[in-house]
């Protein structure tokens, strides 16, 4: 099995050395791997000039999977747009056509005290968002800034196809249908013809998935039934603006972004795997960032990818076990925890694997 890495930035190179550990303890059991590194994002630019190069590309298409852990700094905030850090994450989402994102917010109970949220409201809380990734207003055209009756106007173009709704939909069925078999579709139909069509094509899928209880949500009403009521929700799906918005969100209910995985996959399970959270500047290179979600961004690989489901679990059964033996990063350190770095979590992973 092939897997292109990708580090990046900040505190990326620390947490994707834990998740290799991790992967490394896993040979034999099933399973063995070859790794390539390659650069992406800020450091790609400092190397080469741009966030997204030749090499990394070739790397990831010739790969089965692609492990990523943080783009981005404030280094890089002012370059032009083409150079910025998540103009590599865009390119090689649109690239190789991971238009499948999905965002798992599970609160391990462990942690009910680090969300902000009521422990009653969050308790069990396990939500999985699917967000269309490759199409919407972030790759519409046209787009740009021209001026116009001697003022500047700024302009972009939500756009979906029938075809990229019906395969977003696909996933997002059939997610559901291996768990609480529920689905709630989410757009602003009431204003936006684009999500019209958007719910039009969901009600039409349903027709092939009689096992699955199809609801729709504004997306405004969304945002708020989610820090109301967030344990509403089984699988949400939704186009890329709204889930980049509601999947931070959802994060938050958790109170811990550093523990949610991501995956986003192409139509045969190639996938590109990453933490939810960002490169953490402030603490980069200190040793005391937390490895879990790239950790269990490698089990969501095993799972989706490779066809190794008892491999993912057993290494999510790790992260629980290391969680209630007390082990905390600090971002959910509390009283009465023990407080470690991001290589003694890694140990205690390896450890409880
Ligand atoms: C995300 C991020 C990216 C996005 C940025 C970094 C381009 O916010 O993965 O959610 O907007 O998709
Ligand atoms: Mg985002």
């Not at 092939?2 to 580090?7: D, N, Q, S, W």
């Not at 966030?51 to 905030?77: F, H, M, N, R």
């Not at 029938?162 to 939909?169: A, D, V, Y």
């Not at 209630?324 to 925890?337: K, N, P, S």
Request: include cysteine; glycine fraction near 10%.
């Amino acid at each position: 099995m092939k897997i292109c890495v990708l580090p990046g930035d900040g505190i990326g190179p620390e947490i994707m050395e834990q998740a290799l550990r991790v992967l490394d303890a896993l040979r034999g059991d099933g399973f063995d791997f070859e790794a390539e590194t390659a650069l992406i994002g800020g450091c790609a630019v400092d190397a080469t000039g741009t966030p997204y190069p030749e090499a990394t590309s070739k790397l990831a298409k010739a790969a089965d999977a692609i492990l990523l852990g943080a783009v981005g700094g404030p280094q890089w905030d002012n370059l032009p747009r083409e150079q910025r850090p998540e103009r590599g994450l865009l390119a090689i989402r649109k690239e190789l056509n991971l238009f499948a994102n999905l965002r798992p917010a599970i609160l391990y109970p462990e942690l009910a005290n680090a969300s902000t949220l009521k422990p009653e409201v969050v308790a069990g809380l396990d939500i999985l968002i699917v967000r269309e990734l490759t199409g919407d207003i972030y790759f519409g055209q046209p787009r740009g800034i021209r001026e116009e009756g001697g003022e500047r106007v700024g302009f972009n173009t939500m756009v979906y196809s029938e075809s990229e709704i019906r395969r977003i939909g696909k996933v997002a069925f059939e997610a559901a249908r291996k768990r609480g078999k529920k689905l709630c579709s989410v757009d602003k139909m009431n204003v936006l013809e684009c999500t019209q069509l958007w719910r039009d094509v969901m009600i039409e899928l349903s027709a092939d998935y009689p096992d699955v209880e199809l609801s729709h949500m504004l997306v405004d009403n969304a945002a708020m039934q989610l820090v109301r009521a967030p344990k509403q929700f089984d699988v949400m799906v939704t186009g890329n603006m709204f889930g980049d918005i509601l999947s931070d969100e959802a994060s938050m209910l958790t109170g811990s972004i550093g523990m949610l995985p991501s995956a986003s996959l192409d139509a045969n399970n190639k996938g590109l795997y990453e933490p939810s959270h960002g490169s953490a500047p402030d603490i980069a290179g200190k040793g005391l960032a937390n490895p879990l979600a790239t950790i269990l961004s490698a089990a969501m690989m095993l799972r989706y990818t490779f066809n190794l489901e008892a491999q993912a679990v057993r290494i999510e059964n790790a992260v629980k076990k290391v969680l209630a033996a007390g082990y905390r990063t600090g971002d959910i350190y509390e009283a009465g925890t023990r407080r470690v770095g991001t290589r003694e979590m890694g140990d205690a992973v390896i450890a409880a694997l």
